[in-house]
């Protein structure tokens, strides 16, 4: 049977072993999770969920809500989380757009949700789950038998349904099956070393592909350990670091613990891996952080729709400012975003990558599948990299992201890296915004470190000295704070809509 809940399952070799514990002291082994996610897969077909049916969640952090993804899919539905950010406005769209048969939401929203499905007309079932294993449907879930027929899938069932983050136009359902999961996790565990020994500290989200399939599958997999907290703080990470070999995260968690004072090469002796994601990692940071406790941090670059794609090595070099390799058995190349052509070495053009990670394709949306994939099977992933000589990896930007000035091509990434490099500078977004006589004026938004004071003037004047002038900044605009999803990835869409008219552009 290829179920994902299966694989799991069939992967356990001592259910003694502790899955998960949280602050609070909550205990979860290995041979806990039969019963719980079997009470929950029986809470979840009393509610009148089938196989194939998709099951929406918009719940808070918990090891619930993690019982309830895996409940899902041993009961063979897709399993739908949606950001716990969202308005009731926003889920409408969600709900519409993927049909499922069950709602689940936070107690506090229960009646809203209610409300919402009656006025939209949706046949979807109501339930809450909260934090602290309240709502209707942890009630159901302890009424219910502790045993479960676990329903049979096929490598390409859906398992799951992530709806990329819509920073153009509507999100989009990236659908991804058992196979994609599992191969993914297992590739994981084998290239990253996981074993039963290691212990996670877990303060990702788990609504994104990173806390909940990176992260908690390749746990699941490898039979270790983790320390399950509801949200990252730096004293609560440095407090438990003793107990931990591994801590997974996005860039800001690892310039929030470079700030702390306790973190130290006696702190993290006895960590294994400290890994980053989501969001580039600048250089600068990667630097301060093997500076301050000896262990490079490993950067890997993966996406909604595949999961991941590349990583650096364990053993080996970890290239600040590089993601990489393909991981084994995910092909990638850099083509030319018009022609497909292939890239020469070391010049940039668009990602594109196969393999069984890679999604099955766009929820109910064959065209910008067909539009998103090659004819050799290969993923259009949008960004916009290169491969050096070693084969090392490098991400400059997303397509989307590139501006065009005068008719020249400027990759921000480029121009971010020498304004990151002033000193004072602590990060920096560079965009295209509407101009009358360039098309896009190549635009830099600046965050200085805390005291530091520099003018638009002493940046362009370094700047001219490293790049052409078409790359340049037409205007530096310096602010407090970069937006940023929920996952540190820096929002430039809503930089271009904030900076529209800054050169009398509409």
Known sequence: MTNLYARIADAIKNPAQLFLETTAGQRITYGDLDGLTARYANALVGLGVAPGDRVAVQVEKSPEALILYLAAVRAGAVFLPLNTAYTLSELEYFIGDAEPSLIVGRPETGAALAELVARTGSKAAVATLGQKADGSLAEAASEAPSTFATVARGDNDLAAILYTSGTTGRSKGAMLTHNNLASNALTLVDVWRFTS??????????????????????????????????????????????RATSLMGVPTFYVRLIQHPGLTREATAHMRLFVSGSAPLLAETHRAFAERTGKPILERYGMTETNMNTSNPYDGDRVAGTV?????????????????????????????????????????????????????????TGDLG??????????????????????????????????????????????????????????????LEKGATLDEATVVARLSKTLAKFKQPKKVI?????????????????????????????
Do not use: C
């Open 386 to 447: 290169k491969i050096d000589e070693r084969g090392y990896v490098h991400i400059v930007g997303r397509g989307k992201d590139l501006v065009i000035s005068g008719g020249f091509n400027v990759y921000p990434k480029e121009v971010e890296t020498e304004i990151d490099g002033i000193p004072g500078v602590m990060e920096s977004a560079v965009i295209g915004v509407p101009h009358a006589d360039f098309g896009e004026g190549v635009t830099a938004v600046v965050v």
């Open 324 to 380: 990489g390799f393909p991981l084994p058995g995910v092909s990638l190349r850099v083509a030319d975003p018009e022609t497909a052509a292939p890239i020469p070495e070391g010049e940039i053009g668009v990602i594109e990558v196969k393999g069984p990670n890679v999604f099955a394709g766009y929820w109910r949306n064959p065209e910008k599948t067909k539009a998103e994939f090659r004819d050799d099977g290969f993923f259009i």
């Open 197 to 242: 020994s290691d212990v996670l500290l877990h303060a990702l989200p788990i609504y994104h592909t990173h806390g909940l399939f990176v992260a908690t599958n390749t746990i699941l997999f490898s039979g270790a350990s983790m320390i399950f907290l509801s949200k990252f703080d730096a004293d609560e990470i440095m407090r438990l670091m003793p």
């Open 478 to 506: 310096f602010v407090d704070d970069l937006p940023r999803n929920a996952m540190g990835k820096v929002q430039k869409n809503v930089l271009r809509e904030t900076y529209k008219g800054l050169y009398g552009g509409s």
